[in-house]
């Protein structure tokens, strides 16, 4: 891989290694996992099922730890944060979005997307004021009064993308974002993606098993037998 400057790197892993137990075996499902993300990358992650791409993607994003090995994000070592810090430097940096929505039922669109602004203490009118312009953003003005229940597959991941990101993170983390649409929608909520990631200069790693997707991202990472590979994006078979 390439080496990168200090002044433009937003994550650094260096020999990262994750073992889990299983009854008296100790189970290594990667090890010695060494790269660098630029800002304003947007970064897949593929691999087989099991190879453990969201098991990374947690390490990555402070939602879990790793068993050795360092990881700088941010320009923080969090490696050696408290679970606190952690949680501060999640709700800070980073934006998630899961292969399932993780929508609060008993509220409409437009609160979920207001519901990270209105945890951190921010008024319930200007949280609102600032959903509805992420409504916008994702292109789902009319929906807002809608509850999670009312709404599409691919509106229910808009939603969730607009509540990633109006904490205004860094980084988005995207768990196979598009995993549970059809290809249409898919494409359309991938689209998305790379439009919100271009315009509010993000970084983006993406955990995706969606070759064509992956090809369009502008690296590709592939986890296999517990070792990391850069690949062409270009280079993915059809």
């Known amino acids: 891989m390439h080496p990168i400057g200090k002044e433009t790197e937003i994550l650094r892993v ?13 189970l290594v499902l990667f090890e010695n996992l060494s790269f660098q993300v630029r800002k304003g990358e947007m970064l897949a992650i593929v691999g087989e ?9 947690h390490i990555l994003g402070t939602l879990d ?7 700088y994000c941010a320009q923080t070592h969090t490696a050696k944060l408290t679970d606190e810090a952690a949680a501060d430097f999640r709700n800070g940096e980073i934006g998630f979005v899961w292969q399932f929505h993780y929508l609060l039922p008993e509220f409409t669109a437009q609160e979920n997307i207001a519901m990270p602004l209105l945890m951190r203490g921010m008024s319930y009118q200007r949280a609102m004021e600032k959903a ?16 999670a229940g009312e709404l599409s597959g691919g509106e229910q991941q808009r939603v969730a993308l607009a509540r990633a990101l109006i904490t205004g993170p860094k980084i988005l983390m995207a768990d196979e974002p598009t995993g549970d649409l059809d290809n249409r929608t898919a494409t359309l909520v991938f689209d998305l ?3 919100l990631h271009r315009e509010h ?22 986890l296999h037998e517990g070792r990391v590979e850069e690949v062409s994006p270009q280079s993915l078979p059809s």
Not at 14 to 24: A, I
Not at 65 to 71: L, N
Not at 135 to 142: P, Y
């Open 14 to 26: 260096e020999g990262l290694k994750k073992v889990f137990r299983s009854g008296p075996v100790d």
């Open 49 to 57: 099922s099991g190879a453990g791409k969201s098991t990374l993607l």
């Open 65 to 71: 730890w790793a068993s050795e090995g360092d990881v």
């Open 132 to 147: 509805a312009g992420w409504l916008a953003e994702v292109g789902l003005q009319s929906r807002s009064h809608h509850r």
């Open 193 to 195: 993606i790379q439009k």
């Open 201 to 222: 200069h993000l970084t983006s790693l993406i955990v995706t098993h969606n070759i064509d997707f992956a090809r369009r991202c502008d690296r590709v990472l592939r």
